[in-house]
């Protein structure tokens, strides 16, 4: 017995149970501060994912929101149960697949982008009502008062702020509610002015109070509806009842020693992630040089963004062939026409676009007790839909626009967007966002992302530093390069590659593309299963905010 006690000891078991801290990692500090706020009351990562989703959907209403979605990656401590929540949009039941179409079968611009039309079916409060009732120690009330208390009270401007409301004000002031809203007398609020939502506070206090019927049934559905219709929209109130939120099996995949655990369909960041390093392991990368290592990465990232849009939908209504994809032998004959030496060229085949609003959010969790949390939320662009229904304080989503608007029609390129993402009654439009766990004998990491189509290829290259060995500061710091199928390009920021590798990669055939502007907002988590230490980082270009207690 004590020879037993002794052997577990030695051998870490008994250590490495439990994390000696908790840990929040989020893209704004008052989020983190609810997060915290709950956790010390008493809760658990789940209680302080509900304060950190709410408190996003308050302090950053161009990244998320009340009337938006996302995917909650959740490990449970007690039973090591994983599961991702899939609170994503969905297409209004009057939806149809021409819904965004004019009379000559062509894209109306706009349409799935401004106002109520554009908007999906809110996910997100029923996610928070289900995270509290089946993972979380507190009553929901609690772990929604910070957010509410931020609504009420209001959050300062900052220049991130005046930065997304001059991108969407004309759309924002096309919804006098959401002008009211985010606008002072019609014009962006100054830093440091206070944004104060007091509809939103009382929409948040009635979700507290009545759970889902708070926000899917009763006064505040018919405003929703009512606000929506009247603007050209076409939800019901039974789009609202019928809405649910769906526990999923993540996506698993392996990476050397390394365990991928991400999010399932109808998001296609786990199965693109899974076949990306599938196709590098089959390389070694470890030890090539710089410049066929990067090679090799955007060749990988090419043939699964590639596949994305042929395969991939709402599982609810599209079979997939998720095993097949993410088997190592799959990728093996994705990676068979890669060349060394050479570029392969992009060749014009169906595939719909990959490129989701670049305005998400993302954070990361650790309690005590190892319970986890790595979600993704978002309203699609920045503000959404720029619109607000009167009387609801609700901003909502434009991610109609993550359906393929046009399936089976070729575009201008000739290329045809994927069948599989068609829009349908009901259905859960095809996204990017990519909560992820990895999880090896020394450790575990939760990290995620906003950026689009974009967000998979950052999630890659930051598990590829930590399978380097790299510090965690460096996963979400690391300049960074995308390539995703089409258009034929790798848009990289400044500093990822040197001056050598930028003419090597070019006469590889490569065609590089500097981007102005750096992108993303990872927010990440190491819990070291040896030393229980746990350690984290905020994207240096955000302004974030990780707290480890
Ligand atoms: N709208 C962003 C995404 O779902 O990927």
Wanted: charged share 20%; glycine share 10%; aromatic share 8%.
């Amino acid at each position: 017995m004590w020879g037993l006690f002794f052997l577990l000891l030695v051998s870490g078991s008994v250590q490495g149970a439990a994390p000696n801290a908790a840990g929040i990692a989020s893209a704004h500090p008052l989020a983190t501060e609810a997060g915290r706020e709950v956790i010390e009351a008493g809760g658990n990562a789940f209680d302080a994912a509900v304060a950190v989703s709410a408190a996003l959907a308050v302090v950053e209403p161009y990244s998320s929101s009340l009337g938006g979605g996302g995917f909650w990656l959740l490990q449970r401590a007690s039973d090591g149960r994983q599961v991702m929540l899939d609170g994503r949009e969905r297409a209004p039941l009057a939806a149809h697949r021409d819904l965004y179409l004019d009379e000559a079968g062509e894209v109306v611009p706009g349409r799935s982008i401004d106002g109520a039309l554009a908007a999906g079916i809110p996910g997100e409060p029923a996610a928070l009502v289900h995270l509290a009732e089946h993972y979380g120690r507190l009553p929901l009330s609690r772990s929604l008062a910070p957010a509410i208390r931020l609504a009420r009270d209001g959050f300062p401007v900052d220049r991130h702020y005046r930065r997304m409301a001059e991108w969407r004000l004309d759309a924002l002031r096309s919804s006098p509610a959401a002008a009211g809203q985010f606008l002072h007398d019609w014009e962006i609020p100054a830093e440091g002015e206070l944004i104060r939502q007091p509809d939103l506070a009382s929409t948040l206090q009635l979700l507290a109070d009545k759970g889902r019927d708070g926000f899917y049934a009763g006064e505040l559905a018919q405003r929703l509806v009512k606000g929506v219709r009247d603007a050209g929209g076409i939800w019901s109130l039974q789009d609202l009842q019928q809405y649910q939120v769906v526990e999923r099996e993540p996506i698993r995949g392996r990476y050397g020693e390394l365990k991928i655990i991400s999010a399932a369909p109808p998001s296609s960041g786990g199965v693109v992630l899974v076949t990306m390093l599938n196709i590098l392991e089959g390389f070694q990368i470890d030890n090539l040089p710089r410049v066929q290592r990067v090679h090799l990465m955007i060749e990988a990232m090419r043939r699964a963004y590639r596949d994305r849009a042929d395969y991939l939908g709402d599982p609810d209504f599209v079979d997939m062939p998720l095993q097949a994809l993410t088997h190592p032998w799959y990728a093996a004959g994705l990676a068979r026409d890669i060349q060394l030496e050479r570029a392969t060229p992009s060749t014009p085949q169906p595939v719909s676009k990959a490129t989701e609003g670049a305005d998400t959010t993302h954070f990361s969790i650790i309690d005590r007790e190892g319970n986890r949390v790595a979600a993704t939320l978002s309203i699609n662009y920045p503000f959404g839909a720029a619109f607000v229904p009167a009387g609801t304080g609700v901003l909502l989503n434009d991610e109609m626009d993550d359906f393929s608007a046009r399936p089976g029609v070729p575009n201008v390129y000739g290329l045809v967007g994927g069948e599989a993402n068609a829009i349908g009654p009901g259905k859960r439009m095809l996204s990017s966002m990519s909560p992820t766990f990895v999880e090896s004998d020394a450790g575990v990491a939760m990290l995620g992302t906003p950026g689009g189509s974009r967000i998979i290829s950052m999630v890659l290259l930051a598990i590829l530093e930590l399978a380097d060995g790299q510090p965690i500061a460096q996963w979400v710091r690391q300049p960074r390069f995308h390539h995703q199928y089409l258009p034929d390009r790798v848009e990289y920021e400044a500093g990822a590659f040197d001056d050598k590798t930028v003419t090597e990669l070019q006469s590889m055939g490569h065609i590089l593309h500097r981007l102005e502007r750096e992108y993303g907002n990872m927010q990440a988590l190491y819990w070291d299963r040896r030393s229980g230490q746990v350690t984290g980082a905020s994207d240096p270009r955000g302004s974030g905010r990780t707290v480890i207690w």
